[in-house]
């Protein structure tokens, strides 16, 4: 079956340091989130991506955040500048359709230092 | 109130047993709902598709009330893999899909 893949698994930074978060959608898939969840929390929606655009993201995906497709195939997630509470799992996920399933991938642990 | 709300949890369950859990919704414009399973640390992964007639797979059986705007998810005659944190999963029609908190279950021998 085909899946969403993440790298790294685990990323360990020092506060104020910039991190990216690599993810690759499932090929045919045409929506493209990051989510994340912070230990004990719940999954928190940070930003969606369509049509090479943000479609829609939170109040958390703040100007730190970016969101970039450069080319077919990956889809990542930067953070300019970290901050403590940053420290949380990333999931990327894709979805073929809009209101279709959403599969994620296994995730980024991210620890901020 | 917040959009998608579940029940506390945790349920502790012995074997065998069936268990049911509910999760409502805000927005009465939801389109499409979903029950996902997590295991500790691990990805969401989708368990069913929630439909508006009602749905079953195997032991699960998910319901959907709009009216009252719930969904229920029921487990019946749990086994010990079926521990695992439940979310439910509502797409209100923008881009996102929105979790609620989860519910934790555990199975016990």
């Known amino acids: 079956e085909p899946e969403v893949t993440q790298t790294p698994s685990h990323q360990v930074t020092q506060m104020g340091q910039e991190v990216i978060l690599r993810c690759v959608p499932i090929s045919n898939h045409l929506y493209f989130y990051w989510y994340r969840q912070i230990l004990g929390q719940k999954v928190e929606f940070l930003v969606s991506?369509?049509?090479?655009?943000?479609?829609?993201k939170s109040e958390i995906f703040d100007d730190q955040f970016s969101v970039e497709r450069p080319d077919g195939s990956n889809f990542t997630l930067k953070i300019r500048s970290t901050k403590l509470e940053d420290s949380a799992m990333y999931f990327c996920?894709?979805?073929?359709?809009?209101?279709?399933?959403?599969?994620f991938g296994s995730g980024t642990q991210l620890s901020v230092l | 109130r917040k959009e998608v709300e579940q029940d506390p949890g945790p349920f502790n369950v012995p074997e065998g047993a069936t268990v049911a859990f509910n999760c409502t919704y805000s927005n009465s414009a939801s389109q499409s709902f979903f029950w996902y399973r997590q295991d500790c640390r691990k990805e969401p992964k989708l368990l069913m598709s929630?439909?508006?007639s009602g749905n079953e797979d195997g032991r699960f059986t998910a319901q959907l009330n709009r009216a009252s705007q719930y969904i229920s998810l029921l487990i019946r005659d749990s086994k010990l893999s079926d521990s695992a944190t439940y979310l439910c999963?509502?797409?209100?029609?923008?881009?996102?899909?929105?979790f609620g908190t989860g519910t934790r279950l555990t199975i016990i021998p």
């Open positions: 999963v509502c797409h209100f029609g923008n881009e996102k899909l929105t």
């Open positions: 929630v439909y508006s």
């Open positions: 991506f369509y049509n090479n655009e943000i479609s829609e």
């Open positions: 996920a894709s979805m073929i359709a809009w209101g279709e399933k959403l599969f």
